[in-house]
């Protein structure tokens, strides 16, 4: 299984864009990378999904580097409630299994 | 987007009960459900996956006589616990998938209290 490593925490400005990163150097090359986040006490998010292109959709961009070995969630102009943990999940066969995430707050 | 549902939101029930929680998707069919639990200030752990008619697939570590999963239907998978102690007090979640697409939709939670 693909292991992931994101930093525990961010701070951002609101209106800011917010960059998260994901280091994930063991992926294979069949496996989807998916970003969700959690609200607290709350069910995770569906944000976006990729495997070797850039993506974005209306929530937000994911980059990925080229060898694959890590991606950028970027949420363009982040606002309050966009606090939330936020993690970078390879999708290793039928399963998702969820790392540590990073905590972004979006400070005012 | 598609939507999960989960009942009871929240429950506190005595130690040695039994508790079972809902998990229905609402607007579409599951081919696949999944079943995590977390604790106050840690990531999701993936319990189980379960398949419409068939034995759920527990994780390693999982206990599958004390959580037993239910998946009578395309749109409904329950979750009971059985004989619960106040370490199975978390945070349960559901997800569901949708067909041939890999995205999972989860619910919303069931905060379970063990007195």
């Known amino acids: 299984d693909a292991k992931t490593t994101q930093p525990p925490s961010m701070d951002c400005a609101e209106g800011r864009a917010a960059n998260l990163p994901c280091n994930h150097s063991t992926i294979s090359g069949n496996e989807y990378v998916y970003w969700y986040r959690q609200i607290h006490s709350q069910g995770p998010q569906y944000i976006i999904h990729?495997?070797?292109n850039n993506e974005t959709n209306e929530m937000a961009s994911l980059i990925i580097t080229e060898d694959r070995k890590s991606s950028t969630l970027i949420l363009p102009h982040a606002t309050l409630r966009d606090t939330a943990v936020y993690y970078c999940?390879?999708?290793?066969?039928?399963?998702?299994?969820f790392g540590t995430g990073t905590s972004l707050t979006v400070i005012p | 987007g598609a939507v999960v549902s989960q009942h009871p939101s929240w429950v506190i029930c005595k130690s040695g009960t039994s508790v079972k929680i809902e998990c229905r998707s609402l607007d579409f069919q599951a081919t696949t459900m999944f079943w995590y639990r977390q604790f106050p200030k840690q990531s999701l752990m993936l319990m189980a996956t379960s398949n419409e008619g068939s034995k759920a697939t527990y994780e390693q570590g999982v206990e599958k006589d004390k959580f037993l999963i239910n998946h009578a239907s395309l749109t409904l998978s329950t979750l009971t616990v059985t004989s619960a102690h106040p370490e199975d007090s978390s945070f349960y979640i559901c997800?569901?998938?949708?067909?041939?697409?890999?995205?999972?939709?989860f619910g919303p939670g069931t905060r379970l209290t063990v007195t």
């Open positions: 999940i390879p999708l290793t066969g039928n399963q998702f299994y």
């Open positions: 997800s569901a998938r949708l067909g041939g697409i890999y995205e999972q939709y």
């Open positions: 990729g495997l070797k």
